[in-house]
Structures are given as C-alpha cells and as structure tokens.
C-alpha cells in the first residue's frame, strides 16, 4: 500500500495543533501553540478566550506545519479533525478550518473523536496489541475501556463526577499551585511525604471512579486549617492527594485485569504524563505479566500528532466525513465511528 499522509487538527481545549502523520505512525511534523499562559492568568481555561486564540493563530499553525514537513497541502491524503467532545467554540474552529482546506484542495475528510485520539497516541512509534485494556485520564475524562479489537470498544467504567485531571487542576487551584495543576502537584508531591489523611475512594464492584470526595475533602482541610491559622504543608498535601487518586485507579485497573484476563494495557490522555502514575501502573502490569502501552510525554497531553494516528485507521475502513460534520461538545466514543466497514 502506498504510504498515507494526513494532515490532522487538534483545537478541542487549549492547544491549537496541526500535524502531518505518515502511515498512523510517524510524526512527519507538529507545530502546536499552547494557550496556557493566557489561562494560568485566570486559573484554569477560559473558553471565550480559548476559541479567540484558536482563531487567531490555526491558519498560522497549519502554515508552521506545512513548513515545517516541507511539503503542501496537495501532496496530503486526507485532513482529519478533532469534533468531540471538548470545548465547543475551540472544536469549531478546528472543524471549520479543516472543512475549507478538505473543501479548496479536494481533500477526503475525517472527524476524530478526541478520545479515540488520545488511545491512538499510542501508535505513534509503537503498536497497540489486542484485546487491550485502555485507562483514558485526562483534564475532561476518566475511562475504562476494554477493545477486543481495533475499532471494537466496551466502556466498562467512567468517572461518575469529575475527571482525574479536573481534579488535580481543583486540588492545585485550592493549594495556590499554577495553572494546569497535574505538572504543578506532581512536581510538589515529590518534594512531600504521606502526612495526610485521604479519604477511600470509590471501591465498589464497578470499574468506576469518584473524585469529587477527595476535592472536597482536599479543600475542607485546608479552609478549617486557614481558620485555625494553621500552616498546610502543600508538598505534603500534594504528595497525599496524588498517592490516594493513583490507588483508586490502580485498584480498578488490577481488577479489570484480572477479570478480563487481558494482556495488554494502554494508558492515555494528559494525566498519564504523571510519571508517578505511569509508575505505579507499570508496577502493577508487571505483576500480571502485562504489556503495558503509554505513548512518549509529548503525546500525552493533546496534539494533533495523535488525532493523525487515529484518522489513519478511519482512513483505512474507508471512513469518511461529509461537509455537514459539526463539533459537538460531549459526542462519546462510538463503536461506529471507529469500526471498520
Ligand atoms: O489530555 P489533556 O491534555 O486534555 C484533555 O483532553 O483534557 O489533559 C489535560 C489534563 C489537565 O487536567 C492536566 O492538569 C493534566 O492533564 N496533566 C497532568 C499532568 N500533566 C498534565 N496530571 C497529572 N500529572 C501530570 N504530570
Ligand atoms: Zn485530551
């Protein structure tokens, strides 16, 4: 088979990215610009802020790409975008922007679901085995997903409130800790010791998670210790907060694993950036014997290098969108949009 060039946009949040990604696999080039610091201003994003940026700079990011994979937009095979879920007025962007190049150029055009793209990450360098067991944790998601196949997917468990990487974000946001707040906890935490009492999170039979206990929680004791005129030792705090949300998802991981049977496990989305995390769950895979996936750091948090690698397998099932494609802002990973024809 020839080898497939697709140009693939990434505007769901707060990083515009534009990629060009040979054959799923290989990164030809990325240009991203990373609106974090106008965020940390504000502590965390501001959408209307958010879609200005993208407006503002995608057409300069698609250029820096192209320039940068010293090729143009004719000699691509297909542009793929990002549609879900995420922000809406940033997804639109990206939509918008990869309809007009699909539409002056002639281009086929594929809508990635952002989820799908995280998981796909994993590609780039590497490839994903099957049945595979995928941990998504990122600032909008906490997923357990179980894929016989490529293009097969059974949730098994969700976050039944917010996300891990909401969390952290909260926990740093309670602590004074700068905007995105996973690297800023991460880094405190290594400077800490387990000094304070967490509470157990969810442990029930499901393969779900809860965090909305532990920011609570979190944010209790450091208002009564503020009260008290008591000093909170934040790297303590942070080192606590992250030993007890990677236990809640170590638990429900071993348990998949054990259940299933599975040997293979992929992790994805910003949070698997914690090296702690990754740790702690490659200590576990071992254990059991499992191969365990997690894509480079730089393909952890969004980029559209990984929203190229999941449009090559859409590409390959002939998986193509028409001109009415919309963003939306919570579509969920569907089996459909995925699967081969
Ligand atoms: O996947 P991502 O870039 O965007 C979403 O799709 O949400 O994930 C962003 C999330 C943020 O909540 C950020 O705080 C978290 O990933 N994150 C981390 C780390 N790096 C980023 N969380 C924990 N430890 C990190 N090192
Ligand atoms: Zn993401």
């Known amino acids: 088979m020839k080898d497939v060039y697709i140009l693939a946009i990434e505007s769901s949040c707060d990083e515009t990215s534009v990629s060009i990604v040979k054959n799923g696999c290989e990164d030809i080039a990325t240009a991203t610009n990373t609106q974090i610091d106008v965020h940390t201003i504000y502590g965390g994003v501001v959408p209307e802020v958010a879609s200005r940026l993208h407006l503002e700079n995608i057409t300069l990011v698609i250029e820096e790409c192209l320039k940068k994979a010293n090729m143009t937009v004719d000699e691509v095979d297909a542009i793929a975008v990002t549609y879900s879920p995420g922000l809406l007025g940033s997804l639109l962007v990206g939509v918008e922007a990869a309809k007009a190049l699909a539409l ?69 946001r309670i602590l004074g800790m700068p905007y995105p707040g996973g690297p ?58 992250q030993n007890c949300v990677t236990d809640a998802l170590l638990s429900k991981c071993e348990k998949a694993v054990i259940n299933l049977g599975v040997k293979n496990f992929a992790v994805a989305g910003g949070v698997a950036a914690n090296k702690f995390i990754r740790g702690a769950l490659n200590d576990m895979c071992e254990r059991h014997d499992v191969k365990m996936f997690v894509p480079e750091f730089r393909y952890c ?41």
Do not use: W
Not at 184 to 198: N, V
Not at 213 to 239: F, L, T, Y
Not at 324 to 337: G, Q, W, Y
């Open 104 to 172: 002056c150029y002639n281009k086929p055009l594929i809508k990635v679901n952002h989820m799908m793209g995280h998981i796909c990450g994993n590609n780039i360098g590497q490839t994903l085995e099957y049945p595979l067991l995928s941990l998504v944790i990122s600032g909008g998601h906490t997923d357990l997903i179980y894929m016989k196949e490529e293009g097969s997917f059974e949730y098994l468990g969700s976050t039944l409130d917010d996300a891990i990487g909401e969390c952290f974000d909260k926990i740093a």
């Open 184 to 241: 800023s906890i991460e880094k405190a935490a290594r400077e800490g010791k387990d000094a304070y009492t967490m509470p157990k999170l969810l442990d029930d039979e499901t393969y779900n998670f809860s965090f909305s206990g532990i920011k609570s929680h979190v944010n209790n004791m450091v208002h009564n210790a503020h009260q008290r005129g008591e000093e909170i030792n934040k790297n303590d705090m942070a080192h606590s907060f």
């Open 301 to 341: 948090t969004d980029n559209a290098t990984m929203i190229g690698a999941a449009a090559y397998i859409l590409y390959r099932a002939n998986k193509f969108s028409d001109f009415s494609i919309n963003a939306s802002s919570h579509e969920e990973l569907d089996v459909t949009d995925f699967s081969k024809n």
